[in-house]
């Protein structure tokens, strides 16, 4: 029977020999650089708190909630990875008809702004529905729920700043208090090169 491993023998001489030869801190330095990380944590966040007048959510209101600036001017092809996390809080109830029906639709906004220039470079929308059409009396919900979101950005080597919004879009309900507690945006970029 022909077998692969009887073909060759081999002897304990046989095997190669390796050298390994140091080439040189310069070597290492040309190829082996070490990648700066840069990170930054929001500036000044601030709690949105929604006014609402007779249990209605007043339309048009929009937040900062947390900013931050990063300069990496000094990265080639940067990539910022950001990260934002919040509380949506909310106590809403809906008491009238047969029908019950409870919404909560927020716009929250990532803007970048370089040298004057703002835009907006990523938007995620938080929306909580609830619809009940059995004969109950009332509706009533009180939540506190996480939001929380990530965005890779490849920015030109710059001074940036980023800048979280949120804005109310649409409620449904009689509400007693909404708002956007505990945010936090976070940064941290490295030169891709």
Same mark, same amino acid.
């Given at each position: 029977m022909n077998d692969v491993r009887s073909m060759y023998q081999h002897e304990p001489d046989d095997f190669l020999v390796i050298e390994s030869k140091d080439k040189g801190s310069s070597y290492k330095d040309k190829y082996h650089?070490?990648?700066?990380? %840069? =990170?930054?944590?929001? =500036?000044?966040?601030? *709690? @949105? $708190? $929604?006014? %609402?007048?007779?249990?209605?959510?007043?339309?048009? !209101?929009? $937040?900062? =909630?947390?900013? +931050?600036?990063?300069?990496v001017s000094g990265l080639k092809k940067p990539l910022v990875k950001l990260e934002f996390s919040s509380l949506v809080v909310f106590e809403v109830e809906d008491e009238k008809g047969d029908e019950h029906e409870v919404e909560v639709d +927020?716009? $929250?906004?990532?803007?970048?702004?370089?040298?004057?220039?703002?835009?907006?470079? !990523?938007?995620?929308?938080?929306?909580?529905?609830? *619809?009940?059409?059995?004969? %109950?009396?009332?509706?009533e919900v009180e939540m506190s729920q996480p939001f929380t979101v990530t965005f890779c950005d490849k920015p030109t080597s710059d001074l940036h700043e980023y800048i979280m919004l949120v804005e109310g879009v649409d409620f449904e309900g009689e509400f007693d208090a909404l708002r956007v507690v505990k945010p936090d =945006?976070? @940064?941290? @970029?490295q030169g891709q090169c």
């Open positions: 650089k070490k990648r700066e990380v %840069i =990170l930054e944590c929001g =500036l000044r966040p601030s *709690d @949105a $708190f $929604f006014e %609402i007048d007779d249990g209605r959510v007043e339309d048009g !209101q929009v $937040f900062v =909630l947390d900013r +931050l600036r990063i300069d +927020l716009l $929250f906004k990532l803007i970048r702004v370089t040298n004057g220039e703002k835009e907006v470079v !990523q938007s995620w929308r938080y929306l909580y529905e609830i *619809d009940v059409e059995n004969r %109950i009396d009332e509706l =945006l976070s @940064a941290i @970029a």
